[in-house]
């Protein structure tokens, strides 16, 4: 039996012009298949229109047919689709129900009515396939995000699906997680069909039986594996198979920042550390949990209550830590992973021009080349925009600032290549200081200026070559 078969499909969304177009397209039992495409192509709205998710949670107009080993999934409900395929979506706080990591882990397999051994049994082991067995009695809001993103995976192995469907799995994963979760999903491949939604192509590459490119709603290339050296990918502004080795002449800028930082939950130090920014990109990498948001946060000044802060946080040789939360707002500005949270506006336009009005900062002329620059449609309402543009929107608004120091949380997730290049080249063009977290490292191999590595808390220089070297 076939796992998937599409006939037809056409999927639009009210008030957007987008529209996805399958003619048909079939998945075998036991296949693995990486989809690519720019980001807005359509890879999400593909893999919902597996799950269910389309037609039955989000409002869309659809023709044409979707079957799920042989099930129709119009005519089912998401519950149903979901005792044989998992999905994983991109988003991991919308796919946490429960206080502990355990709990959440429980919880599909209860609703499943497995017996209370064989939950145990399967907790046990899933743990250890995606490397949590350590944060079983963690409360879930507590978690770093890329450890959410782990908990998650397990919490939809535990129940034995027979297909995955993963959109953008290691998208806020560190290089070693995203090794690990990798080869994971490559040794779960032989139990069950899969399909991935990835920027990082040639690491998923490894392993997959064909790949399927997107662009605008359409099916563009459908190939094995083997054929894959007939695509270019950067000419489709996906991320290249192997980096060119010349990255951009790295700066020295002169010190904007210098700052002594420790923050504690009362009982734990999540981070201790100096750190000195100058002026062009900074990259900080380092493992989920190791403390880079919390960093960030600490200067930005807007850490969750029950954590404290200690030190001194001088720009341009002023102390900003005793400021109001306003004023160090005209200084830094903060770039939160959860980017949904921020938005408050009808349209994209408003939106990225809200923090700089705030500021009395604006400038029509600015915003125009931003919406310009990263592809964005200022009519639309933010909210119902793909991953990928949501992020591209709350980083405008940031850069339509123009304060002196920028800290990103993960700016170039779910980005693919080309909207990446277009971050790291509008970077470099900003007279300003930037603090970028990642786990991208062709985005830090082609853009940072210099590296650091956060290490238990700790952060240390590195080489941007050291960052590529296992890449
Ligand atoms: N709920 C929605 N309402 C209206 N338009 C939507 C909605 N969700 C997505 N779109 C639009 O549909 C198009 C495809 O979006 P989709 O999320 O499928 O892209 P994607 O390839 O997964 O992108 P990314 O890599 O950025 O996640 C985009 O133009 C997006 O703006
Ligand atoms: N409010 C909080 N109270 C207690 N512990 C917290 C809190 N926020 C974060 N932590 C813990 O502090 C550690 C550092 O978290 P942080 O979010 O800074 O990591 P990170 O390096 O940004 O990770 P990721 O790459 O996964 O985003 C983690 O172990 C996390 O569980």
Request: zero cysteines.
């Amino acid at each position: 039996m076939n796992f998937l078969e599409i006939k037809g499909l056409r999927v639009f969304y009210p008030e957007s012009s987008y529209s996805l177009n399958v003619d048909s397209l079939e998945v075998k039992e036991g296949e693995t298949i990486l989809i690519a495409g720019k980001s807005g192509s359509g890879k999400s709205t593909l893999l919902n229109s597996i799950n269910g998710v389309i037609p039955h949670e989000i409002e869309v107009e659809e023709e044409g047919e979707v079957k799920v080993f042989g099930i129709n999934v119009r005519n089912s409900t998401i519950q149903q689709i979901a005792r044989f395929v998992g999905t994983l979506l991109q988003d991991p706080d919308s796919q946490i129900f429960n206080y502990y990591v355990i709990e959440e882990l429980a919880f599909g397999a209860e609703n499943l009515n497995i017996p209370r051994e064989e939950i145990l049994y399967r907790i046990n082991k899933v743990s250890q396939i995606v490397g949590i067995s350590h944060l079983l009695n963690k409360e879930t809001f507590r978690l770093s995000g890329g450890e959410k993103q782990r908990v998650v995976l397990g919490s939809i192995l535990i129940m034995n699906p027979k297909a995955l469907i993963l959109d953008e799995p290691t998208s806020s994963i560190d290089l070693k997680g995203t090794k690990e979760i990798l080869t994971t999903l490559r040794g779960l491949k032989e139990k069950m069909s899969m399909i991935i939604a990835e920027h990082k192509i040639n690491k998923v590459l490894e392993f997959v039986d064909r790949i399927i490119i997107l662009d605008k709603g359409k099916i563009i290339y459908d190939i094995k594996r083997d054929h894959v050296k007939e695509v270019d990918f950067e000419d489709l502004g996906l991320e290249p198979l192997r980096p060119s080795p010349l990255p951009k002449k790295r700066r020295d800028g002169e010190v904007i920042l210098e700052a002594k930082v420790k923050v504690t939950d009362g009982n734990r130090t999540i981070v201790d550390t100096e750190i000195v920014l100058r002026k062009g990109i900074s990259a900080l990498i380092g493992d989920n949990g190791s403390g880079k948001s919390t960093l960030l946060k600490a200067l930005a000044g807007i850490l969750p209550i029950n954590l404290k802060f200690y030190g001194s946080i001088k720009v341009e040789g002023k102390e900003i830590s005793k400021l109001p939360v306003e004023k160090r707002g005209e200084i830094i500005a903060y770039l939160p992973q959860e980017i949904d949270l921020m938005f408050t506006k009808k349209t994209v336009k408003e939106e990225v021009s809200y923090p700089a009005k705030v500021r009395k900062k604006y400038d029509e002329r600015v915003i125009k080349e931003l919406l310009k620059r990263f592809n964005l449609p200022e009519d639309r309402d933010p909210f119902l925009l793909s991953v990928g543009q949501k992020r591209r929107v709350a980083i405008s608004s940031l850069l339509a600032t123009g304060v002196k120091v920028f800290l990103l949380d993960e700016p170039t997730t779910g980005q693919d290549w080309y909207n990446r290049k277009m971050l790291g080249e509008e970077l470099r063009s900003i007279d300003a200081t930037f603090l970028v977290v990642t786990h991208d490292p062709l985005f830090v191999y082609y853009y940072a200026d210099r590296v650091y590595k956060m290490v238990n808390g700790r952060v240390i220089p590195i080489s941007p070559e050291d960052v590529i070297k296992d890449w």
